[in-house]
């Protein structure tokens, strides 16, 4: 079945920088990626999604790239803010019926 | 309109008792996915309801069990509570499809004591 890896674990960028998350996924069947954010008490909110016939899509100060050769996608965030401290999450679908199947997580901290 | 709504918030049970909780999805959406988050451990997906049908099904215990009403609201229970089984309990809900955008609830914040 698909399995997701998400690195790092931990993300610390200064205030202003970039961040940048990265996934693999192991099934060349997965075609939707979303990328989920979550804020402390609070539960995961769609931040932005790409499908497998797009290698790019941007959303203001965010970007997800994807390699389908490669099998990894990634999560850009320009222009770091304090709101952007969360921890986020990617995940693949290899289908519309099936689950998502999820990375474990990057806790992003902005420093001021 | 109205998001993800679920109940109770907080819980506090003891060992070896049984625990429901309830979750509201969106107006109009059919799927109802619960995942178990605790510290560090990222979301484990329990199951998920289309229909009142049990679509997809994580590996947890036969411990864990859920139900969806033909109103789309979704319950799940858990016997036999353990210690383990403390952590917040998250649903989310869709029109139909994992390639659709999930709507998370708040959570319930389950203790096992």
């Known amino acids: 079945g698909e399995n997701v890896e998400q690195h790092p674990s931990t993300l610390s960028v200064q205030e202003g920088d970039s961040a940048v998350i990265k996934c693999t996924y192991s099934d060349s069947a997965s075609n939707y990626f979303p990328w989920y954010k979550q804020e402390l008490g609070k539960g995961p909110q769609l931040i932005i999604d790409?499908?497998?016939n797009v290698g790019e899509k941007k959303d203001q100060r965010i970007a997800v790239t994807l390699n389908k050769t490669a099998k990894h996608f990634s999560l850009h965030i320009t222009e770091t803010q304090p709101e952007d401290s969360a921890v986020y999450f990617c995940a693949a679908s290899p289908g519309s019926n099936y689950q998502l199947i999820w990375g474990a997580g990057t806790k992003l901290i902005i420093k001021p | 309109k109205a998001g993800v709504t679920q109940t109770p918030r907080y819980l506090i049970k003891t060992r070896g008792q049984q625990v429901t909780l309830s979750c509201s999805p969106i107006s109009g959406h059919r799927s109802v996915s619960w995942y178990q988050q605790t510290p560090g451990q990222g979301l484990q997906f329990l199951f998920e309801?289309?229909?009142?049908?049990?679509?997809n099904k994580g590996n947890f215990p036969g411990r864990f069990s859920g139900r969806q009403f033909s109103n789309s609201r979704s319950e799940m229970n858990v016997s036999t509570l353990e210690l383990g089984d403390s952590a917040l309990y998250l649903c989310?809900?869709?029109?139909?499809?994992?390639?659709?955008?999930?709507?998370f609830g708040p959570g319930t914040r389950l203790l096992v004591l």
């Open positions: 790409i499908r497998s």
């Open positions: 989310a809900s869709s029109l139909g499809t994992s390639q659709e955008t999930q709507y």
């Open positions: 309801y289309f229909s009142e049908t049990q679509r």
